[in-house]
């Protein structure tokens, strides 16, 4: 019943200025009798250790060089160096992060085992995949995200046509605490993004069904909260913003909401040329002609409701929500990724000016909104390449350098990238691997070397 244990190696005498290596292997596995665990045990010795790490080196080379999407070479300058060990990290990651089974992506590596601060890390948030996906096709893993799609996705859909907040790998519902129909939207987007990279018409047939249902989902969800009189009563929980943490009606979500109506009708197009796809299903036929009208009109009450009750006269800009008004970087959403509006549109430029005054730090670096106090309103790389994406569509690349490089300087000594970087330290800070920010990066990096 004692609480403490030791064990004691026998290594002889040390010599001054002498090394010895040893090895302790450690198994895990269901209790079993003690003259099974003594021949596990010994199978476990026999093993040739070096051979075995040889094995796996070789393994993670040969796997750089596969999936080496952007065909980076050699670089030239430090700062190429840096950004090209980033991007060799995000390759070795993602594929952790990833339940090969079910095509699953978890945000990053546990935390917080203890709840400490955070509702732990180590799920599958829908929204959070999608990028990951983007980034993931570009670095020739079509088959990863297919996966996620195909199976992942499947298994998840609530037979409303919405998907939850998070979810375990494996497909089973994970503790909530609201819903985020952007979650929803995106993986509509999502679908239609991987079609771009593999242009496999069947993928989109197959998934059809599942994006019909989540755009039935999204089409109560405008009617319900955005074209109803402000006291009517409504059917739907009002949705929570990306960070998880104000309800309300977001600029981001109604974009995102946006951009998964705008793919259906773009799905229907592509399939449409293919005619065994519907021309002898007249119900069918009849049935999309309908849907694509009601998506054409809410398309136009989306975006009109946007700039009627999320533009501040007052700040001629854009805010989040109508409630708090503030600057958020997730603003940048509306251009890049899902295009509602362009990058130089008037209002669009205005808000951008805002968001340079209001969340750009002395050190170059961004806060995902104001009065962030999570950790103390740390920076986050995202913030900051979400700013470099929005340049890079507005064609100032060296803006969006400089928003980039700010990424480079601080991600950690293994090239790693957190969720957040210490504005005092310029080090990464709390969640250190995550894989929303490596996406981002090779995201950037991508449009970078293609500009």
């Known amino acids: 019943m004692s609480p ?9 005498v040390l010599k001054q200025g002498q090394k010895k290596e040893i090895y302790i292997l450690c198994t895990v596995g269901e209790n079993t009798n003690v003259s099974k665990m003594e021949d596990e045990i010994d199978r476990i010795k026999r093993i040739d250790y070096a051979k075995e790490y040889n094995n796996v080196k070789a393994y993670w080379r040969k796997y750089l060089k596969d999936h080496n999407g952007l065909n980076l070479k050699e670089a030239k300058n430090p700062y190429e160096e840096k950004a090209f060990e980033i991007y060799r990290r995000s390759i070795l990651l993602f594929p952790l992060l990833t339940n090969q089974e079910t095509g699953g992506i978890i945000a990053s590596p546990e935390v917080d085992e203890n709840f400490t601060q955070c ?7 829908p929204r959070d995949a999608v990028f990951i996906t983007k980034a993931m096709d ?6 990863e995200t297919e996966k996620f799609y195909k199976i992942f996705c499947k298994k998840t859909q609530s037979k409303n046509g919405m998907w939850e907040q998070r979810f375990y790998t494996d497909g089973k519902l994970a503790p909530c ?12 987007y999502g679908v239609y993004e ?14 059809l069904p599942m994006c019909e249902r989540a755009i039935d989902f999204l089409k109560r969800y405008v009617q319900d909260w955005i074209e109803k009189e ?21 600029f981001y979500s109604l974009a995102s909401i946006f951009a998964a109506f705008e793919t259906i009708l773009q799905i229907y197009r592509i399939l449409g040329k293919n005619v065994s796809d519907f021309e002898y299903n007249r119900l069918k036929e009849e049935k999309i002609e309908k849907n694509k009208r009601e998506i054409e009109r809410q398309l136009n009450v989306i975006k009109q409701y946007m700039n009627n009750n999320l533009y501040d006269n007052e700040k001629k800009c854009y805010v989040r929500n109508p409630e708090d008004k503030k600057m958020d970087i997730s603003l940048l959403g509306a251009v890049i990724p899902f295009h ?10 205005n808000t951008v000016e805002r968001i340079n005054m209001s969340l750009r730090t002395y050190t170059g670096g961004y806060q995902r909104f104001e009065q962030d106090h999570y950790r103390n309103g740390n920076l986050w790389p995202i913030a900051n390449l979400w700013m470099a994406l929005y340049y ?14 700010f990424v480079i300087k601080t991600a950690g000594k293994h090239s790693f990238l957190g969720e957040q970087i210490d504005n005092s330290t310029m080090k990464p800070d709390w969640v250190i691997g995550l894989g929303w920010s490596h996406a981002m990066f090779v995201i950037v990096l991508e449009k970078l070397l293609r500009k």
């Open 392 to 405: 890079l569509e507005s064609g100032e690349k060296r803006k969006a350098r400089e928003a980039f490089e």
């Open 230 to 250: 402000p006291e009517t009563e409504h059917k739907y929980h009002i949705s929570y913003d990306l960070w998880e943490m104000c309800e309300g009606i977001h």
């Open 340 to 349: 509602v509006f362009k990058p130089k549109e008037k209002k669009i430029q």
């Open 138 to 143: 570009i670095l020739k893993m079509e088959k």
């Open 4 to 12: 403490e244990g030791s064990i004691c190696y026998d290594i002889g």
């Open 119 to 125: 509702g732990r890390y180590a799920y599958c948030w």
């Open 177 to 188: 605490w609201g819903y985020q129909v952007d979650e929803t939207a995106s993986v509509v």
């Open 194 to 207: 991987h079609y771009l990279v593999t242009k496999n018409e069947k993928f989109l047939k197959e998934l």
